[in-house]
């Protein structure tokens, strides 16, 4: 809670300048050297894909991390922002994709209590009168007196706005703030928040995967890649082919891996094969509508998509971890549910990502780790009894082969690094045969040694005929890796195509989704 | 080396020494509760071990006590296994003692060990569906297991009441409502040579066998996956509602033992007294003993024996017997809050653990 003074004249809308903003993590670079300028009253949009860099900017900006070098301006005024207070104090607040709204309290009372350190005893009759003052100046009206767990999402998200003017904030930054909301929600909070930028109360910035909403409501767009400035422009003046172009990059870095020397695909049956399959979301809404898709053996096939498309879904089912609603998954030609048994007998092994969250027990050794996919099977276990001697002789060999720094064996693998688990994941899933390889993400975070290990590994793999379906939302990695590539966009596969041939502009504006492709044609 | 040597013992003697430096303190706490209601500590401890181990007969005492300990410390141990902190022992210990009493009942005529079996494999089902209900809202309706156990248990004792005192009540048991007696020759015996039942040896059976297939089988290592990260589990092909129901049902299960063996060996009947209390301090010694299944034989003793010197500090010092009640609920505060200490009792290390996010933040939602 930040306190805030509300007697301090609201002063409308503040001009935000940054300058060469650099963050580091270790030795990934989240963000370098990245500039930005959003005149007062202007409605600026920040695009990129995921690991793009737009979150560790804003964080820097409401103050939850310090860059490690650069400059923000406000107002022309060089400021220092260390803590969320100082964030506070400038005027810049943060609307999140998640609401922050205490359900079983009125909206009043989350207003109030949004300021901040109150006084022990609240004269409501003051705080009333002030907030019905505040509403007068608002074009619509709230249900003040209902529980704000009560209200629809799209609803929730306007209090959330609200809050943030309410504390007098001259920038508002927006995460991802209608990925909860319906289409015409959407429309709804970010008209509002238009028009206060119109009538310059408020500078915007606004993080957001749609191409719609940039279109529609930003004047102008700053597009970041892999932690770099990667384009800029007034959205009058950009079409959303030349911004998915901007955010997916040009096809430079694709030869890197010379795709002539990659043994030929041979002809063959297709191992995996998903026919008409449909998923439900967290929230009960489709995100997997009817795919249709089939991975032969020797091939890596990419899987392109803009976050939020239903990828991430995809590769639940595919590995376990979440239902399907409906259609067939099928491995070797028969029907395939991710059971154990199903597992060892089809090879079937998966990358998933964040693999400390879906594919490691962090409190258990890293030697058990290394083991969670055969720990049933000879010779680490005979007829249900563990032989714990090869147990730790497999994890010996695997830290040594794959080079896993750790605190020994024993240690537990949440202490590892990021890149030491992954290694640990890969040495796991990659050290036996794999006739199907489930992999989402698989450099995601990784600094740049690893992620060339890592897809050094995935094409040996390949070329031992290993079927491979490559989730990334990184395009070069899917040009530099994949022998085909589809487009996932919103629980679809839109488009397919043969990697060699694909043309980076066509892929993105695919991945921008049906409004790009009207516009396009149009 | 010695230092590397030290790093791998160094679990070991964190789980032993943590709840022994515990124990320590709650003794310390206790003694000066005893000194301010005007007692000398010194005398207390002296009884305390008098009335519990000081001689065969209070051995005995302790050891009658610490069976369905062990039984009901396994009702806790086995969940946590899986990640569930489960606290309704009791109420499936009560559901043990009714099915066990039915079933002896019904299968009376039969020769006794087949009553007897009947009669532990009737108190084990009752029990494991009980706790089993408490897994399945867990897994399927996302129930916290440790409310949910609980208030199955109050419905479970409940249960219990209702069954002894009005369909099932024995009409001959008039002071003290009881199922219809099993009868004499279906009791379980005592121990060769001792005046301990059979149920300590069934108790310690099942934690050592509880022990071997965590330890040496694949079952304990799944049920460690199941328990540390159940994500991680259902990518390994894991059934997670299977393991999490199964797990709870065996800790139930070993709950309902224990009342069914009150019922065979001590009542004869389901009454009201197999009401104890073993079920709740059943917690107490599943978290001393660190939720190691083997580690509660010993814990489950120590705890009977200070429940058997209960009676002894009433005859002679004149202090109600429900201190020992006192010290036991010191011990469970204080082993409690000495669980945050795990893994951070590292100052011998040779070299500090890097404890870094896998993945910097910012990944979460750029």
Known sequence: MKPIELLQPASGALDLEILGLSKHFGDVAALDDVSLHIPAGSFHALLGENGAGKSTLVKCLVGYYTADKGTVLVDQREVEIPTPREASKLGIGMVYQHFTLVPSMTVAENLVIARGALPALLNWREERARLAAFMETLPFKLPLDKPAGGLAAGEKQKVEIIKQLYLQRRLLILDEPTSVLTLDEADEALGLIKQLARNQQLSVLIITHKFREVSAYADAVTVLRRGRYAGHGKVAELTVDQMAEMMVGSAVARDAAPRANRPAIPEGAARLRIQQLTALGDHGLPVLKNIDLSVYPGEILGIAGVSGNGQKALIEVLIGQREKSGGKVQVHGKDYSGRRAELALCKVNSLPEEPLRNACVGNLSVADNLALRNYDQPPLARSGWINWRALRAQAKTYVENFRIKTDGIDAKIQTLSGGNVQRAVLARELSHPVDLLIVANPVFGLDFNAVAETHSRLLAARAQGTAILLVSEDLDELLELSDRIVVMSEGEIVFEVDAAHADIRELGRHMAGSHALAEATA | ?366
Request: aromatic residues 8%.
């Open chain 2, 1 to 366: 080396m010695l230092t590397k040597r030290l790093d791998r013992w160094l679990p070991l003697m964190e789980s032993v020494g943590i709840p022994i430096a515990a124990l320590l303190l709650a003794m310390l706490i206790f003694a000066i509760f005893v000194a301010i209601i005007g007692q000398s500590p010194a005398t207390v401890f002296y009884l305390l071990y008098q009335g519990g181990f000081g001689s065969a007969f209070a051995w005995q005492n302790s050891l009658l006590r610490a069976a369905p300990l062990i039984l009901t410390g396994l009702a806790v141990a086995i969940p946590a296994q899986a990640g569930m902190v489960i606290i309704g022992g009791e109420g499936a210990l009560a559901l043990g003692a009714l099915a066990g009493a039915v079933a002896g009942v019904a299968l009376s005529g039969l020769p006794p060990h087949g009553v007897q079996a009947g009669i532990l494999f009737a108190g084990m089902l009752g029990g494991g569906v009980w706790i089993g209900l408490s897994g399945w809202l867990r897994h399927y309706r996302g129930v916290n297991e440790t409310i949910s156990s609980l208030l199955l248990s109050y419905i479970g004792i409940a249960l219990l009441n209702h069954f002894v005192e009005g369909p099932l009540k024995d009409p001959a048991s008039l002071n003290k409502p009881s199922t219809r007696p099993i009868g004499d020759v279906n009791m379980i015996g005592n121990l060769p040579g001792m005046e301990v039942h059979y149920g300590l040896l069934f108790g310690a059976l099942f934690a050592l066998v509880t022990w071997i297939a965590l330890r040496f089988t694949t079952i304990g290592f799944s049920l460690r996956i199941v328990g540390g990260n159940p994500r991680a589990a259902q990518m390994a092909g894991l059934r997670v509602g299977w393991w999490v129901v199964g797990a709870a049902a065996m800790g139930g299960a070993a709950a309902g033992m224990a009342g069914a063996i009150e019922v065979a060996a001590v009542q004869g009947a389901a009454n009201a007294s197999v009401l104890a209390g073993y079920g709740y301090a059943g917690i107490l010694v599943a978290f001393i003993a660190r939720q190691n299944p083997l580690a509660v034989i010993p814990v489950a003793i120590l705890l009977g024996g200070i429940n058997a010197a209960g009676g002894i500090l009433q005859r002679r010092l004149d202090m109600p017997d429900a201190t020992v009640l006192v010290l036991q609920g010191i011990a469970f505060v204080v082993i409690i809050a000495s669980e945050t200490l795990s893994g951070r009792l590292r100052v011998w290390r040779s070299t500090p653990a890097p404890v870094k996010p896998a993945i910097p933040a910012t990944g979460a939602s750029v």
